[in-house]
T-cell receptor, first 111, second 117 residues
Framework: QKEVEQDPGPLSVPEGAIVSLNCTYSNSAFQYFMWYRQYSRKGPELLMYTYSSGNKEDGRFTAQVDKSSKYISLFIRDSQPSDSATYLCAMINTGGFKTIFGAGTRLFVKA | EAGVVQSPRYKIIEKKQPVAFWCNPISGHNTLYWYRQNLGQGPELLIRYENEEAVDDSQLPKDRFSAERLKGVDSTLKIQPAELGDSAVYLC???????????????FGPGTRLTVL
């Protein structure tokens, strides 16, 4: 079993929809949770970063962490065609430096 | 500010040939990472440097892979000899360094797409 599980999709939604992306994990030592966006033939770029449980909002993006369920989510409101990309969840454990990535979910937002 | 620079962007070689990738991190970033990303997968860490020191190379296949970071700035990753299974995107990332969390925010380069025939 992988430490981080993420549905690869693809997920296709119409423009303006609310998108929900999710990851589950097995290592209870994970404390830092991140979402990266990766456009085709580009490197990942950090979108959201959260520490431990809770919510964090940045513009149209909201990240949620539920440590009791070992479940993290990224919500995108008013999705745009420019949001079409692969979204990778990532985690780091306490005191560690090694980032574990999910496999990524491919998102397509149709105009 | 320039981001992480990698070259070449694409490389096609025949199996058993050597290949090298180069990375120039963001100025002032002490930590440098090399990742391998297979198709449809997330990046997997190969090696992490703190300045000139390789502090985590546990996932680096040392029989054929080598890396160096002379003077704590640029880095090269080499494969010799390459195998068919090495086809992937090789990503370099850098961060300010220190502790996990905010200060470990990684900035990725565009990657080198390697195809081994």
């Amino acid at each position: 079993q992988k430490e981080v599980e993420q549905d690869p999709g693809p997920l296709s939604v119409p423009e303006g929809a609310i998108v929900s992306l999710n990851c589950t994990y097995s290592n209870s030592a994970f404390q830092y949770f991140m979402w990266y966006r990766q456009y085709s033939r580009k490197g990942p770029e950090l979108l959201m970063y959260t520490y431990s449980s809770g919510n964090k909002e940045d513009g149209r993006f909201t990240a949620q962490v539920d440590k009791s369920s070992k479940y993290i989510s990224l919500f995108i409101r008013d999705s745009q065609p420019s949001d079409s990309a692969t979204y990778l969840c990532a985690m780091i454990n306490t005191g560690g430096f090694k980032t574990i990535f999910g496999a990524g979910t491919r998102l397509f937002v149709k105009a | 500010e320039a981001g992480v620079v990698q070259s070449p962007r694409y490389k096609i070689i025949e199996k058993k040939q050597p290949v090298a990738f180069w990375c120039n991190p963001i100025s002032g970033h002490n930590t440098l990472y090399w990742y391998r990303q297979n198709l449809g997968q997330g990046p997997e860490l190969l090696i992490r440097y703190e300045n000139e020191e390789a502090v985590d190379d546990s996932q680096l296949p040392k029989d054929r892979f080598s890396a160096e970071r002379l003077k704590g700035v640029d880095s090269t990753l080499k494969i010799q000899p390459a195998e068919l299974g090495d086809s992937a995107v090789y990503l370099c990332a850098s961060s300010l360094g220190g502790r996990a969390g905010d200060s470990d925010t990684q900035y990725f380069g565009p990657g080198t797409r390697l195809t081994v025939l």
